[in-house]
């Protein structure tokens, strides 16, 4: 059986009525929503820029190893193609490391700084339970001296358990009041926060894929001076497959 804290010496006034403490709990676990939804959101935008970088800087590997092929040497057709990829892969790289570098200051950066807003609002939380907790004591201890029969030392002690509980209770009700005034707003705030940074990244991805438009399709003009369909080039590649095939050094045992 766990260990329950607190249990011992809760007092039989209600310190604080079932309807706050509903609200209370619902404000919190909105925000305890809010963080799990942030550092979620920061990671998978720190994994999707990694993953274009990743992408763009394999592209120009490949178009780099293709302009190293033997064949450019041979072929003065295939150079100019291999030459005009590689130009292109070169040109996407640089539009897609300014894409990561905007996307990274204006969204990544601010999910970051938001995110660090929570350890602070926890401790605040903390802080708010432990007052109550010191509240309920105190609350427990002057209930324990009312019951007791008024003699000249319980009622001495009783007015110093007063006294004990009033700065004590004023503390946790100024901590409560600022939550529960402040934990809504904090929610709500997310909204203006975020819209700058969500407007940013489709931005981004606008003018990223505005001007990858422009390059595939000069480089399609570029490359793609017979203008095949993809069922024609498929039929082509297979019947010169074929010959190879055919070949003998090729040719199935």
Not at 44 to 70: F, Y
Not at 156 to 173: M, Y
Request: proline letters at 4%.
């Amino acid at each position: 059986m766990s260990w329950i804290p607190f249990k011992i010496g809760q007092p039989k006034k209600q310190i604080v009525s079932k309807t706050v403490e509903r609200d209370f709990e619902r404000e919190y676990e909105k925000l305890q929503k809010l963080e799990d939804q942030t550092k979620k959101l920061h990671k998978d935008m720190k994994k999707s820029t990694e993953a274009d970088t990743a992408m763009s800087r394999s592209a120009v590997k490949i178009s780099s190893d293709l302009l190293s092929n033997p064949l450019c040497e041979q072929d003065q057709a295939f150079l100019e193609s291999m030459t005009a990829v590689d130009t292109a892969m070169r040109r996407m790289d640089a539009f897609n490391h300014e894409k990561v570098n905007q996307i990274q200051k204006t969204v990544i950066d601010p999910l970051k700084k938001f995110s660090s807003v929570f350890p602070s609002l926890n401790m605040a939380v903390k802080r708010r339970e432990q007052a109550l907790q010191d509240y309920k004591r105190l609350q427990s201890k002057v209930e324990k001296y009312e019951e007791k029969e008024k003699t000249g030392p319980i009622m001495v002690k009783l007015h110093q358990a007063r006294e004990e509980l009033r700065p004590v209770r004023e503390d946790f009700e100024a901590k409560n009041k600022q939550l529960l005034e402040e934990m809504p707003r904090f929610y709500h705030s997310r909204i203006d926060y975020f819209q700058p940074s969500f407007e940013a990244l489709i931005r981004a991805q606008v003018v990223y894929y505005t001007e990858m438009c422009k390059i595939f399709g000069e480089l399609t003009d570029q490359i793609d001076q017979s203008g095949l369909t993809d069922e024609q080039r498929e039929r082509e590649n297979e019947a010169k497959l074929n010959e190879l095939r055919a070949l003998s050094i090729v040719a199935d045992d």
